[in-house]
C-alpha cells in the first residue's frame, strides 16, 4: 500500500527566503506526482504535475523534481512572498490506482 | 475558479437530517471524485465515478450515498450521519485516459459540513 510522508509538516520563513518542500512515498512504481496548494477552509489548487518519465517541472517560481528510485520528490520555491503561505500537498498515483495524499506541509512566510 | 463547483459552501445538519451536496464540473472530464478531509488527517478517497460508473468505494460508511447521473454532476447524499463526518468533502474531476491513466485532478472549493 502506498504510503506519503511529507517533511516538515510546518515551516515558517522570512520573505525573500528559498525554500524546499520535501515529499517521499514508499512504492516507487507511480505514475505521476501532483503539487497543490490549499489555502485555509478552501479547495486544493494544482501546481505542477510530474510524469513518472520526468526529472522535473517548473512553474514560475516553482520547480518540482521527481526522483522515483529514492521515492522523493522535493518543490522548491525561489524568492517566497507571504501570498505563498499555505498548506502544500503532494500526491502520488500508481498504476491502476487513486491518488494517494501526504498530510502537507504549512507554510508561512512572514512579511 | 477552477472550473469545477460546489454547493452549499457550508452546511449544518442534525444527525436525524437528510441532505446532498452537489459537484458540477464544467471541463469535459469523465472522471469524478469525492474526497474527505478531517482535522489533521490527509484526505482521504470516498468513491471514484468513471465514466458515470461507480469504479472505487473506499469502505465508506452507508451513510453516505454517491450519484452521478451524468458525466458533469456527482451528488453525495447523507443520512443519519454522526458528529465525527463533520469535516471538509471535496470534490475532484479529471480526464482518465484507458491508455495513460489519470491526468491532473482539478478539485473543487469545497463544502463544510458541521453535524451536531
Known amino acids: 500500500k502506498q504510503e506519503v510522508t511529507q517533511i516538515p509538516a510546518a515551516l515558517s520563513v522570512p520573505e525573500g527566503e528559498n525554500l524546499v518542500l520535501n515529499c517521499s512515498f514508499t512504492?516507487?512504481?507511480?505514475?505521476?506526482l501532483q503539487w497543490f496548494r490549499q489555502d485555509p477552509g478552501k479547495g486544493l489548487t494544482s501546481l505542477l504535475l510530474?510524469?513518472?518519465?520526468?526529472r522535473e517541472q517548473t512553474s514560475g517560481r516553482l520547480n518540482a523534481s521527481l526522483d522515483k528510485s529514492s521515492g522523493r520528490s522535493t518543490l522548491y520555491i525561489a524568492a517566497s512572498q507571504p501570498g505563498d503561505s499555505a498548506t502544500y500537498l503532494c500526491?502520488?498515483?500508481?498504476?491502476?490506482?487513486?491518488?494517494?495524499f501526504g498530510p502537507g506541509t504549512r507554510l508561512s512566510v512572514l512579511p | 475558479e477552477t472550473g469545477v463547483t460546489q454547493t452549499p459552501r457550508h452546511l449544518v445538519m442534525g444527525m436525524t437530517n437528510k441532505k446532498s451536496l452537489k459537484c458540477e464540473q464544467h471541463?469535459?472530464?469523465?472522471?469524478m471524485y469525492w474526497y474527505k478531509q478531517s482535522a489533521k488527517k490527509p484526505l482521504e478517497l470516498m468513491f471514484v465515478?468513471?465514466?458515470?460508473?461507480?469504479?472505487e468505494n473506499n469502505s465508506v460508511p452507508s451513510r453516505f450515498s454517491p450519484e452521478c447521473p451524468n458525466s458533469s454532476h456527482l451528488f453525495l447524499h447523507l443520512h443519519t450521519l454522526q458528529p465525527e463526518d463533520s469535516a471538509l468533502y471535496l470534490c475532484?474531476?479529471?480526464?482518465?485516459?484507458?491508455?495513460?491513466?489519470?491526468?491532473?485532478?482539478?478539485f473543487g472549493p469545497g463544502t463544510r459540513l458541521t453535524v451536531t
Open positions: 475532484a474531476s479529471s480526464q482518465l485516459w484507458e491508455d495513460r491513466g489519470v491526468h491532473e485532478q482539478y
Open positions: 512504492d516507487s512504481a507511480i505514475y505521476n
Open positions: 510530474i510524469q513518472s518519465s520526468q
Open positions: 500526491a502520488v498515483k500508481g498504476y491502476g490506482q487513486n491518488f494517494v
Open positions: 471541463l469535459g472530464h469523465n472522471a
Open positions: 465515478y468513471s465514466l458515470e460508473e461507480r469504479v
